[in-house]
């Protein structure tokens, strides 16, 4: 079972990044995928999650209108918009039964780093 973020990168703010999770080993299309993100010092907090059949989302306060979660197959995207420095932080995504708590994730990716900066 693995999954694998990619994606990060250095952008400017105001701009957009499309990150990716690739599922392999296990069918992610039976799983809600949620991607949660994490600043050094800081506990990963949730930045949303998509259902198994890509009908549902929810986004975070602080994200929802700037970001967008498809799928297809085994394959999730976060398409991050508007990025802010405070959008900052490496991302994971994450293969479960949905929600916002970490504890109800059972799969994880190994990250991949967002850096907005001018």
């Known amino acids: 079972v693995q999954l694998q973020a990619s994606g990060g990168g250095q952008v400017q703010p105001g701009g957009s990044l499309r990150l990716s999770c690739v599922g392999s080993?296990?069918?992610?299309?039976?799983?809600?995928v949620g991607w949660f993100r994490q600043v050094p010092g800081k506990e990963r907090e949730a930045v949303g999650c998509i259902s198994d059949s890509g009908v549902s989302t929810f986004y975070s306060d602080s994200v929802r209108g700037r970001f967008t979660m498809s799928r297809d197959k085994n394959t999730v995207y976060l398409q991050m918009n508007s990025l802010k420095p405070d959008d900052t932080a490496v991302y994971y995504c994450?293969?479960?039964?949905?929600?916002?708590?970490?504890?109800?994730?059972?799969?994880w990716g190994q990250g991949t780093l967002v850096t907005v900066s001018s």
């Open positions: 080993g296990f069918r992610m299309d039976y799983y809600y």
């Open positions: 994450a293969a479960g039964s949905g929600g916002t708590q970490l504890r109800l994730y059972d799969f």
